[in-house]
């Protein structure tokens, strides 16, 4: 029960597949609570019924490309819980169809869009963070190996993830002197709803799997258990990290 008595905030939860879920469950069987953000109401009324396992938290509305919502929408929130111990930021975006073929297509607008949603929106959470932890805390969001290497079609959204680690090693030094730690987990490749948007996914599970020293793709859970360690203060002398959870592929450069 490493998480016992300690309350947190969820964002990026689409449903029963997402990383997100792995992540609660995790926190859940070691008896952290959690309330959960949703893009928009509809959304919300998706997850509404998920959300319920895990503390039984109405879900807070909150589209993180949009500059008032994250500060409505965590002032909602200390209502509602009190102080925070931990967020997770599992939230990322692209147009499909510039995740497929060359990336100097990328169009101008999904570049922005993509580096708004999926990169600048944890600057803005981390900023606002400091008045949900004012006994400090641990935040945490999730990145993939594109951004560290060349893999097809993953194109605009390498661009996005590249700057957000390098966000993360910036925010980690801002947030020190409060007590808020800031890592990131860069996972391997799990089917879901984002990244089935990447073009000829099965073949990037196909090809970690087979260059992985493990060799097998990582589960939710293993990404829910890493992420449940970064949380705790098992971990409380580690920020600025990006932790690899994916069976050990990264290490891997060429195997026949
Ligand atoms: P997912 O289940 O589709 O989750 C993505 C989440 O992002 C969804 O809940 C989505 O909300 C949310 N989102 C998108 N735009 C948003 C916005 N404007 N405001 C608020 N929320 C927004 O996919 P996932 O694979 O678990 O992705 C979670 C994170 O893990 C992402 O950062 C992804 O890049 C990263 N990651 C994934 C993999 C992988 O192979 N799956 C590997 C490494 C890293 P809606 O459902 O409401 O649109």
Redesign the pocket.
Known sequence: MMMQGKTGLI?????K????YGIAESLKVNGAKMIF????DY?KSKITDIAKDFGGYEVIP????KDDEIEKAFDEMLNITGPLDFIVH????SDRNELAGKYYNTSRSNFLNAMN??CY?FTEVARHSQKLMPNGGSLV????YGAEKVVPNYNV?AMA?AALETGVIYLADDLGEVGIRVNAI??????????SGVGEFSKILEFERHRAPLKRNVTQKDIGDACLFILSDMASGITGEIIHVDCGSNKIGVKF
Do not use: E, H
Request: contains cysteine.
């Open positions: 964002m990026g939860m689409a449903n597949f997402s990383i997100a953000t949703a893009q928009t959304f909150c589209d993180v490309s599992s939230i990322a975006f949603i999926s929106s969001t999730l990145t993939y959204m993830k860069s996972a391997g490749p799990i089917k879901t709803l984002a990244a």
